[in-house]
């Protein structure tokens, strides 16, 4: 099947890539999706990489990867309708003909253009994920190619991932510790077979009929062990680009992302309990990814509002700075978390300040953090202290500086606690927005601020100034795709 133009055109337009009338003048009479494609690249409205992204999803050799419709077939398994993306690949949910049994399928975008790094990798997260049978680790059946386009084949979860799930059913911070506990042993199952996931995040945790499932190892290292061959060659720079900044360990950050041990996955876990307990990341508040990476790296995470005291000294101690300080494996940690769990619903460590739908939120938006800078708790003498240093780069005409400043504070304006001024926090974003029209970072603060204050339509304008300004600055991809999945939130609000 030849992908139409008219099918490219539908994808970019919705996603707010390009407008209509951008399509069409660049578009030149362009007889099918590659021309379009093509003559989009020229006219700068792609990337190369983007176009190929978004060609694997419409054309027939990745129609897998997109959501084409009709009877698509990767060897026995019949495709359904999407239920996930990732970074990496599509998820559909499927049916295995010869068994009448449901499946989820995962495929490679960009389908056969992907490239080879990304099929490699591909590759090795069926063959780790091969290595283990756990109950709580998602298990794959049976791989495969199908027009240049791997794939490989697992049981269905029926239900949400973690992040979702949390905002839906808003949990006690005891249940949440309950439901990931047996990861720990996952983990430790995993780290017996040579396994570091290096990808632990509330979007790779999947929970179906109030079980939570570890998935996704796409970026798993392969340690030497008995059972199997070491990885063969570390993952290249563009691995260091793919896993999630907000859990990577020190030691990832520091010292790369090939030289890990498991004690990493202890790490991101204890964020990952932390942020499911608390509705806030432990290291929030950043905004940009440096300055998350020396949070992650020098800073201990502030007082919890939720976390009882047991948990909260769990969270920490796999959340230790030097992986020797760590519990000694995910084993420990797992007792440990049994112990905090057997001392009893004692009362909460501090008085809950926030309210639950609140601190749900900033799960839902956990892969953007670091693009948008969850703001910090609200605390008077910081938005003081912000405003002054604006005003100070105002005053001297550092424009540039003052604008990004702004920014901070309008993000800081709209964090839960005793300084939450969602109208102050748009004054500061038009402000910024005012300094710096050329900057994306103002855009898209200014649509977050419109998004909270009940104003989708304006917030999807200003989101999609911030695509094009980013698009245009060529900036990275982690951005880029938070602030697409934000103005497509704003978008479907936009129109009920
Ligand atoms: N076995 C499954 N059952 C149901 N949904 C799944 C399954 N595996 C993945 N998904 C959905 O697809 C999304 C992307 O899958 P993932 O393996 O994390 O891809 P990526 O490697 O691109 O991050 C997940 O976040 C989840 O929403
Ligand atoms: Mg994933």
Redesign the pocket.
């Given at each position: 099947m030849e992908a139409t133009a008219g099918e490219l055109e539908r994808l970019v337009v919705g996603r707010g890539l390009a407008s209509r009338e951008q399509v069409a003048a660049a578009a030149g009479g362009a007889a099918d999706a590659l021309a379009l494609g093509q003559a989009l690249v020229r006219a700068r409205l792609l990337g190369p990489a983007e176009l190929a992204g978004l060609l694997g999803e419409v054309s027939g050799a990745g129609a897998g990867a997109g959501g084409g419709e009709g009877e698509d077939r990767v060897g026995p398994y019949v495709l359904g309708p999407e239920?996930?993306?990732?970074?990496?690949?599509?998820?559909r949910r499927a049916m295995h003909s010869g068994l009448r049994r449901p499946a989820?399928v995962?495929l490679l975008?960009g389908g056969a253009a992907a490239s080879e790094e990304r099929r490699v990798r591909f590759r090795r997260?069926a063959e780790a994920a091969a290595r283990l049978r756990h109950e709580a680790i998602?298990p794959v059946h049976d791989v495969g190619e199908w027009r240049g386009t791997p794939w490989l084949a697992?049981?269905?979860?029926?239900?949400?991932?973690l992040d979702r799930w949390i905002a839906r059913e808003r949990p006690t911070p005891r249940e949440v510790a309950r439901l990931l506990r047996p990861l720990c042993d996952a983990l430790a199952h995993a780290h017996s077979h040579g396994i570091v996931h290096r990808?632990v995040k509330p979007?790779?945790i999947?929970v179906?009929t109030g079980r939570a499932?570890l998935?996704?190892f796409?970026l798993a290292k392969l340690l030497p062990s008995a059972d199997g061959p070491a990885e063969e060659s570390p993952i290249t720079h563009e691995g260091a680009l793919v896993g999630s900044p907000l859990y990577m360990a020190p030691e990832q950050i520091r010292r790369g992302f090939g030289d890990v041990g498991p004690r990493a996955d202890l790490f991101a876990y204890g964020c990952v309990l932390w942020e499911a307990c608390e509705g806030r990341h432990p290291f929030a508040g950043a905004a940009t990814p440096l300055e998350a990476f020396h949070r992650i790296c020098e800073e201990e995470p502030g007082a919890p509002a939720r976390l009882p005291r047991g948990l909260e000294a769990v969270c920490r101690r796999a959340l230790r700075k030097s992986p020797e300080e760590r519990f000694a494996d995910a084993a420990g940690m797992g007792r440990a978390l049994d112990a905090a769990l057997a001392e009893g619903a004692g009362p909460p460590a501090r008085r809950v300040r926030r309210r639950l739908a609140a601190a749900a939120a900033p799960l839902a938006i956990a892969a953007g953090a670091l693009a948008f800078g969850l703001a910090a708790p609200g605390d008077a003498s910081e938005t003081r202290r912000l405003a002054a240093e604006a005003q100070a780069h105002r005053a001297a005409g550092r424009t540039a500086e003052a604008a990004e400043v702004e920014c901070r504070l309008a993000w800081r304006l709209l964090d839960e606690g005793p300084g939450r001024d969602p109208a102050a926090a748009e004054d500061a974003a038009r402000r910024a927005v005012g300094l710096a029209p050329d900057r994306w970072k103002c855009h898209g603060a200014l649509g977050r601020v419109l998004a909270e204050r009940g104003r989708p339509a304006e917030a999807a304008t200003a989101y999609r100034t911030a695509i094009a300004l980013m698009r245009a600055a060529r900036e990275s991809p982690h951005e880029y795709a938070a602030l697409l999945r934000r103005c497509e939130a704003a978008a479907r609000e936009e129109k009920p």
């Amino acid at each position: 099947m030849e992908a139409t133009a008219g099918e490219l055109e539908r994808l970019v337009v919705g996603r707010g890539l390009a407008s209509r009338e951008q399509v069409a003048a660049a578009a030149g009479g362009a007889a099918d999706a590659l021309a379009l494609g093509q003559a989009l690249v020229r006219a700068r409205l792609l990337g190369p990489a983007e176009l190929a992204g978004l060609l694997g999803e419409v054309s027939g050799a990745g129609a897998g990867a997109g959501g084409g419709e009709g009877e698509d077939r990767v060897g026995p398994y019949v495709l359904g309708p999407e239920i996930g993306r990732g970074g990496m690949a599509v998820v559909r949910r499927a049916m295995h003909s010869g068994l009448r049994r449901p499946a989820a399928v995962k495929l490679l975008r960009g389908g056969a253009a992907a490239s080879e790094e990304r099929r490699v990798r591909f590759r090795r997260e069926a063959e780790a994920a091969a290595r283990l049978r756990h109950e709580a680790i998602v298990p794959v059946h049976d791989v495969g190619e199908w027009r240049g386009t791997p794939w490989l084949a697992m049981d269905l979860v029926e239900g949400d991932t973690l992040d979702r799930w949390i905002a839906r059913e808003r949990p006690t911070p005891r249940e949440v510790a309950r439901l990931l506990r047996p990861l720990c042993d996952a983990l430790a199952h995993a780290h017996s077979h040579g396994i570091v996931h290096r990808d632990v995040k509330p979007r790779n945790i999947l929970v179906g009929t109030g079980r939570a499932y570890l998935t996704d190892f796409g970026l798993a290292k392969l340690l030497p062990s008995a059972d199997g061959p070491a990885e063969e060659s570390p993952i290249t720079h563009e691995g260091a680009l793919v896993g999630s900044p907000l859990y990577m360990a020190p030691e990832q950050i520091r010292r790369g992302f090939g030289d890990v041990g498991p004690r990493a996955d202890l790490f991101a876990y204890g964020c990952v309990l932390w942020e499911a307990c608390e509705g806030r990341h432990p290291f929030a508040g950043a905004a940009t990814p440096l300055e998350a990476f020396h949070r992650i790296c020098e800073e201990e995470p502030g007082a919890p509002a939720r976390l009882p005291r047991g948990l909260e000294a769990v969270c920490r101690r796999a959340l230790r700075k030097s992986p020797e300080e760590r519990f000694a494996d995910a084993a420990g940690m797992g007792r440990a978390l049994d112990a905090a769990l057997a001392e009893g619903a004692g009362p909460p460590a501090r008085r809950v300040r926030r309210r639950l739908a609140a601190a749900a939120a900033p799960l839902a938006i956990a892969a953007g953090a670091l693009a948008f800078g969850l703001a910090a708790p609200g605390d008077a003498s910081e938005t003081r202290r912000l405003a002054a240093e604006a005003q100070a780069h105002r005053a001297a005409g550092r424009t540039a500086e003052a604008a990004e400043v702004e920014c901070r504070l309008a993000w800081r304006l709209l964090d839960e606690g005793p300084g939450r001024d969602p109208a102050a926090a748009e004054d500061a974003a038009r402000r910024a927005v005012g300094l710096a029209p050329d900057r994306w970072k103002c855009h898209g603060a200014l649509g977050r601020v419109l998004a909270e204050r009940g104003r989708p339509a304006e917030a999807a304008t200003a989101y999609r100034t911030a695509i094009a300004l980013m698009r245009a600055a060529r900036e990275s991809p982690h951005e880029y795709a938070a602030l697409l999945r934000r103005c497509e939130a704003a978008a479907r609000e936009e129109k009920p």
